[in-house]
């Protein structure tokens, strides 16, 4: 493959009413040199009986794996690829006409540019548009401290792969911020550039990689596990600027009052009293940290 080669990296788990769409997306882009790697992630709806139909009509890769999160498939498929560039795209996104050339544009002119991401729409499954993101401009403390407000959504992300396997894979023990995390990796060692362009349709849904081989509550458990890791891995970037330690310190917060509000839930108000404490600690100025421990005394 040459220099301008792009493989397009699709986790799917139970996305068979989805996957072709996502597929046609990419081979509507008419880019001539391109895979397109669909990895399995142990579905039970369907969805291999569709990926062999793509296979013979659309020419894609894909592999089946046993169920193991969205991380891990992705990491798969990249491993898997032949391409100079990496674009990750989820089963149930869709790309718009123009997106890869455009990103290719930039990355030919620009070599000290690693990765290309764009604006993007979430929209509802009745195609109702729920929010239009400019995804250089977010407000959000964690992405403007860390990221620098870049808010790079996987579907959008156009990547060099030499830059990629610099930057190490997703980590599949960050259930929920394998993408923030891989962000900040990336943020730290290479040039980002956003296109102000709406080129991506995120669906928003309320079901896919939920739909797992667990339960609502382990799903729970698993996301706060995750997020302490992650948080953790953040408190470990050193020297911390005055806005990551603020935007670092607003999330612990965020993070004890959701394990706050789960030992409530579960009935014990001694352990919540703890988190709303430590969360006190984390956001002194938050009213919220206060009314919540105040509740754990009248329950």
Known sequence: MNDESVSVVIPVFNGAPFVAKAV????AQGHGNL?????????????????????QSEGIRWFQRSHGGPARSRNYGIEAARGHYIALLDCDDVWLPGKLAAQLAIMRARPE????HTDFDVRFED???????????????????????????PSTLLIRKRVLDEA??????????????????????TGFECLDQVLVTKLQRGHGYRDMAFDEQTHRERVLASRDRFLMRLEGF???TTAQ????????????LLKGAAAERAGRADE??????KAIGKAPGRIRCYTRWLRTWTA
């Open 24 to 27: 046609a997306s990419v081979r």
């Open 245 to 256: 330690r603020a935007a670092l310190d607003r999330e612990w917060a965020n993070y004890y």
């Open 35 to 55: 895979e397109i790697l669909v990895v399995d992630d142990g579905s039970t709806d369907g969805t291999q009986e569709v990926l062999k139909g793509l296979e």
């Open 272 to 277: 919540a009293r703890t988190h709303y404490r």
């Open 127 to 153: 195609g109702t548009l729920e929010e239009r993101v400019s995804a250089r401009a977010s407000r959000e403390p964690m992405v403007q401290a860390f990221v620098g407000g870049h808010v790079a959504l």
């Open 238 to 240: 050193a020297p911390l």
């Open 113 to 116: 540019v690693g990765l290309v």
């Open 168 to 189: 190490g894979r997703l980590d599949p023990e960050l259930y929920g911020s394998e993408d923030s995390d891989l962000t900040i990796r990336l943020f730290r060692m």
